[in-house]
Structures are given as C-alpha cells and as structure tokens.
C-alpha cells in the first residue's frame, strides 16, 4: 500500500490509465483482425478497412500504448497483405 497522499493518487491514476490503454489496446486488435478478414474476402473493402486499422495502430502508437516499431510492423503487414490480394 502506499505511503503518501502523492503514491496513494499515482496508483489511482495508474490503475485509470491502465484501463483505458487496455481498452484501446483491444480496439486496435479487432479493427486489425477485421482488416485482416477483408484482405481475403474483398479486396476492395480491404483498402478502407486497412485504413481504418492504421489510423488506430498511429493514434495507440502516438499515445504509448504500443510501441512505435510495432505499429510500424503491423502496417507494413497489412499492406502487404494489401498488396498481395491486388
């Protein structure tokens, strides 16, 4: 347990942002794993689902909650992917 007022509020705090990275963390997950899905079904929804996955892979990345190489490993995946289905 904490000692101080200042601990006893870090581990709020903690436990709040913990929750919300979680959360955006299983966002980015089902918006991949859908734009992985329509890479093989249709290629032309692919195109904007893909979008749509990397515009949440930069914005998890941007805030912290994944690291920026995977970001990076995750769209190149899906483009080619992408570019495969074409």
Request: no cysteine.
């Amino acid at each position: 347990m904490a000692n101080t007022k200042a601990a006893q509020k870090a581990m709020r705090v903690a436990t709040r942002r913990q929750d919300i990275n979680k959360q955006t963390q299983s966002k980015v997950k089902t918006i991949v794993k859908i734009a992985r899905q329509e890479t093989t079904k249709s290629p032309e929804k692919a195109v904007e689902q893909v979008k749509l996955a990397q515009r949440a892979v930069d914005i998890a990345s941007k805030s912290n909650v994944i690291h920026r190489n995977k970001a990076s490993r995750i769209k190149s995946r899906l483009m080619k992917k992408v570019n495969k289905t074409k």
